[in-house]
């Protein structure tokens, strides 16, 4: 799945706050790079990978405020942010909001492979043999059957993807309706 990219700025401190540091100084070259639009980097906190771009040269251990433009990847900024936070204070920080669920992986790399037979030649039928062979139909059942509903529509969604369809993966639908 494609991270998002939290932007952020050294903060102007003021008050009685306690600023959490962004330490920038541990990261190696293949972490931190200087780009034409600016400085990107890569963190790993407890396991989790944060990418961070700054417009300026990174302050070593300094504070930083993250930046939400309000547009379409707003929310999804935030929740970056939200896990970088979290990350950065130790705690436990979740699955991004655009994660796929189990059930949507699997159906995904399906429809793939399903794309994949049928392109090669392969009957719905023989498709279905392969990749559900817990589901054996007879030949008489087999053209009123539901199964084979489900691999026309395997085969329709892994050509949906092949066809640009594959973009929607990296940016989910809207929740509006």
Known sequence: MLATVIPVRP???????????LDLSNLDDGQLRQGPDGWHAVMH??????RIWCKEAPLVSAAYTVEYPLDRDFEFRVDAGRRLWRGLNGRPQGAPLHALSVYRRR??????????????????RE????????????????????????????VKTGFA?????????????????
Not at 11 to 21: C, M
Not at 45 to 50: A, I, P, Q, Y
Not at 130 to 135: E, G, S, T
């Open 127 to 154: 498709i279905a043999e392969v990749l559900l062979p817990a589901h054996r139909i007879g030949k008489r059942d087999w053209r009123t059957h539901d199964l084979r509903s489900q691999i026309v529509r395997l």
């Open 107 to 124: 159906r995904l790399a399906l429809a793939l492979r399903a794309l994949d037979a049928r392109t090669d030649g392969a009957t719905y």
């Open 45 to 50: 906190l407890r396991g989790v990978e944060h």
């Open 161 to 177: 993807l092949a066809q640009d369809g594959y973009r929607a993966l990296l940016r989910p639908p809207s929740r509006r309706k």
């Open 11 to 21: 903060a102007l401190i003021a008050g009685p706050y306690s600023p959490v540091r």
